[in-house]
């Protein structure tokens, strides 16, 4: 199946590709390779003589009488090349290529007599796997068109094709064949070119072409000198610039040459401009070999250069060689060891002051059923799944003591671990077990069902030295799952006190889904008593849990009426009132409307006062209709009934703002986020099931607002709330002026979460300033926290930047349960990678004071998580006796500033504090940290170990003297 992005795509592709005329036009995606040098002058190409520019390079295959004139093939040194043309006869609006790369019909994908290895579909390069087609997407490669719309030109690099060969154990043979075919929207095939036998591409070293385009000169790479651990250097640094002109005196672009034959090394590099710069964080000592291609024209030169890195600086060790795309473990003395397959490889070391192992899989297909088993002590130890001697095990971001044969006990410490498909890594300080002297490690992948090495344990070698800046201390960093202010996880804020006892998981925030008709009992009364007893609001604020917040006007339910079976839709127009009963003395009362929703057979979360009015303005000719009243019982559609307003009525949006103003007044400032909802369905901004949804039904559930009448409801919001962040389920235009966040309902779900992840695509920097929330899709948390689940998830929530997911969340899971033990792994490793993540990794040393006077503490806060924090913060410092537990018992304290967005995600800051100590402090103190909000209160979780109460931590021991 193709999946909606790869869909979208190939629309923008055919877009370009046919109405682009009176220029040579591509496709702009992943690749294209310029079949003709086309100078600024050119307006048009005109097929017949680029056609006759073919033929120079090999004879062209005719077929006049189908709806393809002309076909032609040829390889040159880096790609093969497709030329067809088509006649009038030739409706269709898709074109595939079967490539048949291995001169053998018995591989591949098998079609008409063939085998074929690729499918060319449009500009998009599948691979095939067996099974039916498309395979798995390669790349976009795109394709040319003539300005008369009847000729294309399609240039496929080997060096895509080159790892799939690799991959798949074939040579590409120095003949391909392919076949061609047009087809219409339906993806039947329209006219497909056929012959007795399959064209052959020949390779171009048989073929001579001349031209009068200018030779290539002067190409040339320059280099500075290069070390492995000069990080400004290489972290996404200029490693080296290329210089190439034309004897015309021109510039010409750059490309790499990335086959396996051709540059391998080039997969370490990347072209900016005229700049080669590193792909990869560090690099290994050594020399590059890459290879460069210039075109002009029909011409290209491929050159080879030298990449020179030198040997590592010293002393410049740091967590950051263990980091990013699985590490830089040539650096550090480690031991490797392979699964008797060879796919999977374990890699191991240790500091001074921790240990690090890594398992890497050349199948992609790592999750988080992955173990360390550890040998530390070979006097002791017991059995574990046939490891003999094992003392610990790492599992699920823990580490456990083995207590007997196959037995563990309770967790030590929480540990570093990190799931990747291709990598999971781990690390842990020695002393969390018992510092042992030498390390032996074995790995489990797939509960055990592969084992890393096959026999025994993988022997770490000799410690080797971590630096560290003498006159610094570095805190213990501590891997538990927490939630902090604004991330984490939410829960329905209507189970109150009771229900919030019963929740398994910590959580930061309460979903409160305001209906209008809970709010505005009655004509500009909004009873924030009867929010109270529906929502339970003061017991949330009293245990400091803060709010997201959605109005709601739609919020569809089960019918207790006779009609609750039903489906059906209608629309409240003046028949539909009289036919009810609803008017007296040409207006509808309140009365009338409660009348009506107390049968059970229709219902509304918009106050019934409200409804009154919208129904007498349709008497009175002022609107067409009111609104929809809906019952789609399925609970694969809406599951319920409910009233879906006229929202461009001018009364419903005046009204509407007068209660978003409401709420800003009460929550603006103190809620965490607020969801624009308030639109369609659950306030989810769409009204579907529409009108001719369902064949079986010609009638929807309401209409949405045209965009004016829905920019009006947005522009509420940035009206009244200037404190709390607003945040909308789909762009709008007035989403993007307004900055706003963006939450995504369904999240895990792949249809759902790719639609997402595409809509966000148009701000993609949204979360730097704003909030990317959501809840998990369907009602369903264990979808998508299973095993089988989890790393989709992962990748989602990574590529989502998510700050916190409700009410749809593990707080649907209950205390006590199966499923709290069964997912806790995985659901606090979410937790772990979710939001911001803040630990102070550095400090400054200051060894002794005296009593009076001001010093100033350096330290270095680093956030370990995926997003900002989107609220200004203030980081504290205080001087502590050494035996007490409350850090407001201190002998002074400095704060300063940690701003909104501060700190990004893999970033770090220099906050210097200055502390004014006390004139009567003497003897041995602590010096603290802890983070405090607008009001003062210490808030926030870090990941550091060393904790003194409650969300203060130390730093490090100080003596104050007279």
């Known amino acids: ?6 869909m979208f795509r190939k629309a923008v ?25 086309v100078r600024a002058e050119d307006e048009v190409w005109a097929a017949e003589d680029f056609i006759d520019g073919w033929k120079d390079i090999i004879d062209i295959v005719e077929e006049p009488v189908s709806a393809f004139d002309r076909i032609a093939a040829y390889c040159d040194e880096d790609s093969v090349d497709f030329l067809f043309s088509v006649n009038e006869h030739s409706k269709w609006c898709y074109f595939q290529i079967y490539m048949d790369m291995d001169d053998n019909k018995d591989t ?50 080997y060096e895509l094709m080159q790892p799939v060969a690799k991959e798949q154990g074939y040579k590409i043979a120095d003949r391909a064949g392919f076949l061609v075919c047009l087809l219409n929207d339906s993806w039947t095939t329209v006219y497909q070119y056929q012959d007795d036998g399959e064209v052959y591409a020949e390779p171009k070293a048989k073929v001579t072409i001349v031209s009068d385009e200018p030779y290539i000169s002067d190409f040339e ?45 080039n997969s370490y590099f990347k072209l900016d401009g005229n700049k080669i710069v590193t792909n990869r964080k560090l690099l290994e000592p050594g020399e590059y070999k890459i290879n460069i291609k210039v075109k002009s024209g029909v011409r290209s030169e491929i050159k080879s250069f030298t990449i020179k890195v ?59 059923r992955t173990a360390f088993v550890l040998d530390t002590d070979k006097t002791k130890g017991f059995k574990y799944f046939g490891q003999k001697g094992a003392d610990y095990v790492v599992r699920e971001q823990k580490l456990y003591p083995v207590i007997g044969v196959d037995k563990l006990g309770a967790p030590v410490a929480d540990v570093d671990e990190d799931y990747y498909d291709d990598h999971v890594t781990v690390s842990f300080y020695l002393e969390d077990a018992g510092n042992p002297a030498k390390v032996k490690v074995h790995a489990f992948v797939h509960q055990r069902e592969i084992s890393v090495p096959a026999k025994g344990y993988l022997k770490t070698k000799k410690a080797f030295t971590m630096s560290y800046d003498k006159n610094y201390v570095y805190p213990k960093a501590s891997y538990e799952a927490f939630v902090n202010p604004g991330m984490g996880w939410g829960c329905w804020a209507e189970v109150g006190k009771e229900g919030a006892e019963r929740i398994a998981y910590d959580y930061s925030l309460a979903y409160l889904q305001i209906t209008w008709a809970d709010l505005e009992t009655a004509q500009g009364k909004y009873d924030w008593d009867n929010v109270e007893k529906v929502y339970s609001v003061s017991y949330w604020e009293k245990n400091n849990i803060n709010f997201i917040i959605r109005f709601i006007m739609d919020n569809p339910a089960e019918l207790t009426g006779s009609r609750k079976a039903e489906t059906y839709a209608e629309l409240v127009d003046k028949k539909f009132i009289e036919d009810k009963g609803l008017a007296e003395g ?52 809406l599951g319920g009934a409910g009233f879906s307003p006229n929202y461009e009525a001018d009364k419903v949006i005046s009204y509407h703002e007068k209660c978003i103003k409401a709420i800003a007044d009460k929550f603006d400032g103190s809620a965490a986020y607020i969801e624009m909802g308030s639109l369609g369905h659950w306030g989810e901004m769409h009204t579907w099931p529409e009108a001719g949804s369902f064949e079986e039904y010609d009638f929807g559930s309401g209409e949405y607002p045209g965009k004016e009448a829905e920019a009006k409801y947005g522009a509420a919001y940035t009206k009244y709330f200037k404190k709390t962040k607003v945040g909308v389920r789909t762009t709008r ?31 993609p920097d949204f979360w730097k300033t704003s909030f990317s929330g959501g809840e998990f899709g369907y009602g369903d948390v264990l979808r998508y926290v299973h095993n089988d689940t989890i790393m989709q998830t992962l990748a989602y929530l990574r590529e989502s930047h998510t700050s916190w997911m409700g009410p749809c969340s593990p707080c649907d899971i209950m205390k006590g349960s199966a499923d709290a033990s069964i997912y806790r792994g995985n659901i606090e490793y979410l937790l772990t990678q979710m939001g911001y993540r803040f630990r102070v990794s550095k400090v400054n040393k200051i060894d002794s004071a005296k009593a009076g006077d001001k010093i100033k503490v350096k330290l270095t806060v680093e956030n370990e998580g995926i997003a900002p924090a989107y609220n200004d913060y203030k980081i504290a410092v205080a001087l502590i006796p050494a035996d007490a537990k409350n850090a407001d018992k201190n002998a002074g304290i400095g704060t300063k500033t940690l701003a909104a967005g501060a700190v990004m995600p893999g970033a770090s800051t220099e906050i210097t504090v200055p502390v004014e100590i006390s004139k009567k402090a003497s003897g041995e103190y602590t010096l603290a940290v802890y983070v405090v909000d607008a009001d003062g209160n210490k808030c926030m979780n870090l990941g550091m170990a060393d904790k003194i109460e409650d969300k203060v931590y130390s730093l490090y021991s100080i003596k104050i003297t007279k």
């Open 733 to 763: 235009d007035f989403s993007i002026k307004g900055n706003f966040g963006m939450y995504n309902d369904g999240f895990g779900d792949e249809y759902l979460t790719e639609d997402f992840i595409v809509d966000t695509a148009k701000v």
């Open 310 to 368: 030198d040997k590592a600086a010293a002393g410049s060790v740091t967590e950051d060689l263990f980091t990013g795309d699985q590490g830089e473990w040539f650096i550090v003395k480690n031991a490797e060891a392979t699964d008797k397959t060879g796919d999977y490889s374990l890699v191991a070391a240790c500091s001074q002051k921790k240990f690090y192992a890594m398992i890497s899989s050349a199948n992609n297909d790592l999750d988080t």
């Open 221 to 265: 790479l320059k280099q500075e000198k290069v070390s492995a651990l000069t990080t400004p250097a290489m972290q996404d640094g200029v490693i080296a610039e290329l210089s190439a002109k034309g004897g015309d005196g021109k510039n010409y672009k750059y490309s790499f040459v990335t086959s396996s034959n051709n540059g391998p090394a």
């Open 586 to 637: 040409g207006k509808v009362t309140e009365s009338k409307v409660k009348e009506l929703i107390a049968t059970g057979n229709y219902r509304t979360d918009m106050p019934e006062w409200l409804l009154a009015e919208l129904f007498s303005d349709v008497l009175d000719g002022k609107l067409d209709n009111a609104g929809t009243f809906y019952n789609w019982p399925s609970v694969d559609v």
């Open 13 to 37: 592709a055919r877009f370009f590709a046919f109405v682009l005329t009176g220029v040579l036009a591509f496709a702009c995606f992943s690749y294209v390779t310029n079949p003709r040098a």
């Open 1 to 6: 199946m193709r999946n909606q992005r790869n």
């Open 108 to 157: 591949g994908y098998p079609n008409d007599g063939g085998g074929y290895e690729f499918l060319l579909e449009n500009g998009f390069l599948y691979k095939s796997e067996g099974g039916g087609w498309p395979g798995t997407e390669v790349d976009y490669v795109g394709y040319a068109v003539s300005a008369d719309e009847s000729t294309y030109i399609v240039s496929v690099p």
